[in-house]
């Protein structure tokens, strides 16, 4: 039978579809194969992510990678961790286009390389690979991959970081965690940040908490807010807690 | 819109188990996409219309089965399937369940034309 419209018809095919090597291509001369395969469809970015890991572990550096929205605060809080955390740290910076993330942080004496991901809405583990050759890991204990501000497709992207911190800035509402399950599921940790906008806002811990707690039971939620120290010395806590052995 | 970068992936492996297996053509291509697996299924049909056509899939049919979340309970020890996104469990609402299935993208089974 036809593959293309399931006529019966196997001779002068050619006027009835109009390809020149469709009797070439019936399926009756040929064999069919069932290949059962059970295979990652992103395996090969998986395994380039462990290579990155074990980078990472030979140089005994620990990565985080900061994903969230765009505008949340990721560089932000990166400019102002060094008043936190003893630790010395370097950032690998994703943005579409322009250095202006790199340059702010590298401004702040915070060595940072800047990838240019084009068009595309994550960085995944070649790109952050190629920029692990910009980096002195034997001068550092910590890096930051700061995601591309993006709360559905960086998810998917395993870089090679040891844990994933998500961060979710009060104006953009309590209700994300629900609206993007992939990308809190995945998170070790979620930090609240702006919390000095919480007066102005009607954004619900609570809601928040429960929403992760459905989603996320085994992550830590944080409040913090740059203009708040102790809310950032809990954070540079967790970063120094949860550094590799 | 990472669907296309996923396609991308997805046709490599296509190529690849075409040529180990001497294939010419692909004629279906499989895959179980996991609910809380960040892909939207209408997008990645989409994306694999367009990118198939210079590739080893080109009249392949492409053929997604929705894979719910699988949790295995240490509470109560039971495994439940569970449509929503949530990974509490159904029957005794414990937080101490494992995901068994539901968050992967898989690439399951090819019919190869040789």
Redesign the interface.
């Known amino acids: 039978m036809c593959k293309d419209c399931g006529c019966s018809i196997t001779q002068d095919h050619q006027g009835h579809h109009g390809h020149g090597d469709h009797l070439h291509s019936n399926p009756q001369l040929n064999d069919k194969k069932t290949l059962s395969v059970i295979h990652k469809i992103l395996d090969k970015n998986d395994v380039e992510a462990q290579h990155n890991r074990d980078h990472f572990a030979s140089h005994h550096v620990t990565a985080f990678n900061l994903m969230s929205s765009p505008g949340s605060g990721k560089t932000t809080l990166l400019e102002c961790l060094p008043e936190y955390l003893e630790q010395k740290y370097a950032v690998i910076e994703g943005d579409l286009e322009t250095s202006r993330d790199a340059d702010r942080l590298i401004a702040k004496g915070i060595n940072a390389y800047q990838i240019q991901t084009g068009s595309a809405c994550h960085l995944d583990a070649f790109m952050v690979h190629g920029a692990l050759h910009h980096i002195d890991l034997g001068a550092i204990d910590i890096c930051f991959v700061e995601n591309v501000g993006n709360l559905v497709c960086p998810a998917s992207y395993d870089v090679g970081t040891h844990k994933n911190i998500v961060l979710l800035s009060v104006p953009e509402g309590d209700d994300k965690i629900e609206k993007y399950p992939v990308m809190f599921r995945r998170a070790d940790v979620v930090v609240i940040t702006k919390s000095d906008l919480l007066p102005y806002f009607d954004f619900s811990l609570e809601h928040a908490k429960q929403q992760l707690h459905k989603l996320n039971p085994n992550s830590e939620l944080l409040v913090v807010s740059v203009k708040n120290s102790d809310s950032m010395k809990t954070l540079a806590n967790w970063i120094v807690n949860h550094q590799e052995q | 819109?990472?669907e296309y970068?996923?396609v991308m992936?997805?046709m490599?492996?296509c190529e690849r188990?075409a040529q180990q297996?001497q294939?010419?053509?692909i004629?279906q291509v499989e895959?179980k996409i996991g609910i809380?697996?960040?892909?939207e299924p209408a997008l990645l049909a989409q994306a694999f219309e367009t990118f198939k056509l210079d590739t080893v899939c080109h009249?392949a049919k492409l053929v997604m089965n929705i894979q719910p979340l699988v949790l295995q309970c240490s509470t109560c020890d039971t495994q439940s399937q569970v449509q929503e996104?949530?990974?509490?469990c159904p029957i005794c609402h414990s937080?101490h369940t494992q995901v068994i299935d539901g968050?992967?993208?898989?690439?399951?089974?090819?019919?190869?034309?040789?």
């Open positions: 819109m990472h970068s996923i992936s997805l490599e492996q188990f297996h294939a010419q053509h004629e895959l809380l697996s960040g892909v009249h996104r949530t990974i509490i937080q968050e992967d993208m898989m690439l399951m089974q090819l019919i190869l034309e040789t």
